[in-house]
């Protein structure tokens, strides 16, 4: 994001220059010119989202921020799989649609996109970097039923998870099952940030006894959120558009369920389409192929050979890695090193 930090610099110095009460329309006037501007600089806004951040110019750094570390996340939990995210890191913004079929693959993408921009939002809350929000001050100085005390700066779960939704959700317009899909899927990875919340404490006390404590929530490291996300991934639901008569919007329900038009759960992950098996390169299902991919001879998991490879083979790759070793001063001055090597393999796709 440094494009945009280029942007922002120039009027911030500007506006440091505007301390007098007689230039309050000045300071207002370049405020909303530098909000424009930086606003028409970022790539694949929508309409909305460009309103949206026009009105917080400081919240985009870390939406683009937690963007980024959703696709991070995704990455590092497929990374033995067939589909790695690869075709979601290879878009040229971190606002676009993820070119996908209505997979679970999918399903899992636009969750730890969504969760990415609520932790990051929320974590910019409570450094102080978004001028709108700061810490949750709701529970300060309450006691608890364990008699520990609220206190300390408490996530601001709810409004990093109220702005994700009226930024992340502003893309899907269209009404269809596809926009559906991505809207319940964007809830369930803003839902599993609060989920995973944790408690931090703080003891207080003559020489470190624990007469008093006090607690407060905060958030945890993201790549929890993604393992949470995973076994959500692992256990995502088939799901139809349900157009009731009594209902003027259609609504999604369980494809394989005894009891009519049941929902799925919130906090379920749920997809439209069987996942293809990613073994070709094929745009149109979002699948990129395991040619070329790395993969572990020796491993009978996902990233065995047998199963990356899709039962094409792999190649071989012999290396001699060389390195000095076993280094030793002598008085005076000199240091001998012996001369190490390892010979290694990789195997690669065919």
């Known amino acids: 994001m ?20 007689t230039h309050i329309r000045a300071v207002s006037s370049v405020v909303a010119l530098g909000a424009n501007l930086l606003c028409s600089r970022v790539p694949g806004l929508t309409a909305r989202q460009r309103r949206i951040c026009t009105k917080a110019p400081d919240a985009i750094v870390s939406i683009s921020e937690g963007s980024r570390t959703g696709i991070r996340e995704c990455q590092h939990q497929f990374r033995h799989h067939r589909w790695n995210c690869s075709l979601m890191a290879a878009g040229s913004g971190v606002f676009g649609h993820v070119v996908l079929i209505g997979s679970r693959e999918a399903a899992y993408a636009y969750a730890v996109a969504s969760a990415g921009v609520t932790y990051s939002v929320t974590a910019s809350c409570a ?35 109220k702005f994700a939704r009226k930024f992340v959700d502003a893309r899907e317009v269209e009404g269809d099952a596809r926009a559906l899909m991505n809207l319940h899927n964007n809830n369930a990875g803003r839902r599993a940030v609060k989920k995973t919340l944790k408690t931090e404490c703080k003891c207080h006390g003559v020489s470190g006894s624990c007469t008093m404590k006090t607690c407060w929530k905060t958030l945890p490291p993201f790549t929890n959120i993604g393992r949470h996300l995973l076994k959500k991934y692992n256990k995502a639901k088939p799901v139809i558009v349900h157009r009731s008569r009594r209902r003027s919007s259609p609504y999604l329900r369980l494809r394989r369920t005894k009891r009519r038009a049941r929902r799925p759960r919130k906090s379920h992950l749920v997809y439209l389409e069987k996942s293809p098996n990613y073994c070709d390169m094929n745009l149109a299902t979002g699948s990129l192929g395991t040619v070329g991919r790395r993969c572990n001879r020796t491993s009978r998991g996902g990233d065995g050979c047998d199963l990356l490879c899709c039962g094409r083979g792999y190649n071989t790759h012999q290396y001699t890695r060389k390195w000095q070793c076993n280094c030793k001063f002598y008085w005076c001055c000199y240091v001998h090193c012996h001369t190490c090597q390892e010979e290694t393999e990789e195997y690669t796709c065919k």
Request: overall charge positive; proline content about 2%; some cysteine.
């Open 127 to 161: 450094r102080g970097n978004i001028s709108t929000c700061g810490c949750d001050d709701r529970k300060r100085g309450r006691y608890s039923a364990s008699g520990w005390k609220w206190g300390g700066c408490s996530a601001d779960i709810n409004f990093g998870i």
């Open 2 to 21: 440094t494009r945009i930090y280029r942007y922002v610099i120039p009027y911030v110095i500007i506006l440091a220059t505007l301390n007098s009460h």
